[in-house]
């Protein structure tokens, strides 16, 4: 990893299989809610406009209009959903490829801190779209101001995450401009992941209105007029989808596409993410030409729509993983420096099941809670146009159900218990890292290429090379560990993790001293043992046995 700047000192709690689960799962379900809300913002845009003056306050008008409304009115949580989901796997990014992604931000770092400002300007939208629907009024502006923003957003996104794998041109953007406000040079993969994306929404956006019409509260008619739609959008955007993608694939460079085909992630999961848009294409056509059942297609599509999007993540992750590996950095090694804080882990799987449990008990409630109409039955006519208003509904008597609660106390139960959660696992986090702060990171050091001898020893290759006053690292035995060449040609290696809370260890010639930089403490360069600060027990010494130019660690 010579070529990728070393950025934390504490090292992994967790094996890199661990992060990987995690971070595929919260990844998948962000991509999610950004298609559904990229398509469901520009399609409730055009829907809301599109019906003609002449007609747009008939019945048919008014399906329209409410089906806009149905979606509108959503628009705002799907966007929280989109937000929420995007801190887990973001945060996952940063443990497993920090060196790459810290990077390529602050490259981009006058884009990055628009973000706050583009998501706080959509959510405005949002709420002034859905509120321009609820009255029937047109909102096309509203809804085309508020995709560009979140389009914006995953604009941005994507030329971080495509500069992350592009350590050959770090230096010439950071010479050019320290503040971050330059792009990164062309790369042609860019325009295609983006597009990848947002024409993706023609698919988010076709599946959600297909859930959409299965559920309850519209009236038949406007249930009719979204699955319809919803399955004509699947008919056209799963195959614009899928081209898009072949597309990405053509454009990444050849060792990429070589290495691809030979990978068991990325060659069990694309075939995978085809079959499931197949199927979905599949619900689409059979909704549209045969009339098939709306509940049925509904709950379908919402299954294989997640499903699919999964194995989208792990295509698109074997990717990213194939290209930082031939560019210097392999995620995969650094399982062997993983030091397991299973304290941490249980805390986190903990507060993650429980979270997991809290959206499914919300889910339930609004499955079973009383539906209220999503009908426009109230507007003001087009002037010389007939009106045939919606009979009133009736006014039923309340019924007892233990599985009903009023909206007011359905959200506040439901974002106590969610707010409880996070203010949990971000207290727990904030107590963690308060408790071990990294104040400075290792200098740069040359991990030293090893072999294993019969006996179970371990020879470092040209280790003797380095010069005195200096170290070289290498792991022993799955151990982050330190080799030292002192100024009077003698060696001492030992294990490189602090014993007091497991932070890597350096070496500082001009104090002959190793110190910790997380707690301060430090050690005794040639012996381990403690010489201050809060560690307690010495670090653990190897044996060194210098052969010409290697050196022998047993």
């Known amino acids: 990893m010579d070529n990728f700047p070393l950025v934390d000192a504490v090292p992994l709690p967790a094996p890199v299989v661990i992060f990987k689960i995690l971070l595929l799962i919260t990844s998948s379900l962000h991509f999610v809610a950004v298609e559904v809300l990229l398509g469901g913002i520009l399609l409730a845009a055009l829907i809301n406009r599109v019906a003609p003056s002449q007609s747009r306050y008939s019945v048919e008008g008014r399906d329209r209009l409410s089906a806009a409304w149905v979606m509108a009115k959503r628009l705002p949580v799907v966007m929280t959903f989109v937000i929420n989901f995007a801190v887990p796997p973001l945060l996952f990014n940063q443990v497993l490829y920090g060196s790459a992604l810290y990077t390529s931000s602050v490259l981009l770092g006058a884009y ?6 583009f998501l706080m300007f959509c959510y405005w939208l949002l709420y002034k779209f859905a509120d321009r629907c609820s009255r029937g009024d047109s909102a096309l502006w509203f809804g085309f101001l508020a995709w560009m923003a979140a389009a914006s957003v995953g604009k941005i996104l994507s030329m971080n995450t495509t500069l992350m794998l592009r350590p050959e041109v770090w230096q010439q953007m950071y010479s050019l401009n320290a503040l971050g406000l330059f792009f990164a040079p062309a790369d042609p993969t860019m325009v295609p992941r983006w597009a990848f994306m947002v024409l993706g929404g023609l698919v988010g956006a076709g599946a959600w209105m297909l859930w959409l019409g299965s559920r309850p509260s519209p009236t038949p008619s406007v249930r009719e007029y979204l699955s319809r739609l919803g399955g004509y959008l699947l008919l056209v955007g799963v195959p614009v989808q899928l081209l898009t993608g072949y597309r990405v694939w053509m454009v990444q460079p ?24 197949v199927a979905l294409w599949v619900i689409g056509f059979n909704r549209v030409k045969w009339n098939g059942s709306i509940r049925l297609s509904g709950n379908l ?7 699919g999007f999964f194995f989208m993540a792990v295509a698109r992750d074997a990717i990213r993983d194939i290209t930082l590996s031939n560019k210097g950095y392999d995620v995969w090694k650094r399982s062997a420096e993983a030091q397991t804080d299973y304290l941490i882990l249980a805390a986190f799987l903990l507060l993650f099941i429980a979270g997991l449990c809290v959206v499914a008990w919300m889910i339930w409630v609004s499955w079973k809670s009383k539906p209220t109409s999503d009908f426009i039955t109230e507007a003001v006519p087009a002037k010389g146009h007939l009106v045939q208003m919606a009979p009133k509904p009736q006014k039923e008597e309340p019924q007892s159900c233990s599985c009903t609660m009023s909206r007011s106390a359905f959200l506040g139960t439901a974002l106590t218990g969610v707010g409880l959660l996070y203010a949990g696992g971000v207290s727990y986090a904030l107590y963690r890292y308060l408790g071990r702060p990294v104040e400075s990171v290792l200098s740069d050091t040359e991990e030293a290429p090893t072999e294993q001898t019969a006996d179970g020893a371990f020879v470092l290759k040209d280790a003797a090379k380095i010069p005195v006053q200096s170290m070289m690292t290498f792991v022993f035995k799955r151990r982050f560990s330190v080799l030292i060449h002192h100024a009077d040609g003698s060696w001492a290696a030992m294990d490189g993790i602090c014993t007091h809370m497991g932070c890597k260890v350096r070496y500082e010639p001009e104090k002959d001293r190793v110190f910790c930089p997380c707690h301060d403490g430090v ?3 040639r012996t381990g043992k403690v010489l201050s600060g809060p560690p307690e027990a010495p670090l653990p ?11 022998l660690i047993s």
């Not at 010494?541 to 050196?551: M, S, T």
Request: glycine fraction near 10%; charge should be negative; include cysteine.
């Open 112 to 117: 990055w801190i628009s973000i706050v400002g």
């Open 254 to 277: 050849e060792y990429v596409r070589e290495a691809s085909l030979q990978s068991g992630l990325f060659g069990v999961s694309w075939p995978l993410f085809v079959l499931c848009w």
């Open 301 to 307: 599509t919402a299954i294989l729509g997640v499903v």
């Open 523 to 525: 050690f005794d360069s």
């Open 541 to 551: 010494l190897y044996q060194v046995e210098v052969r010409g130019e290697d050196i």
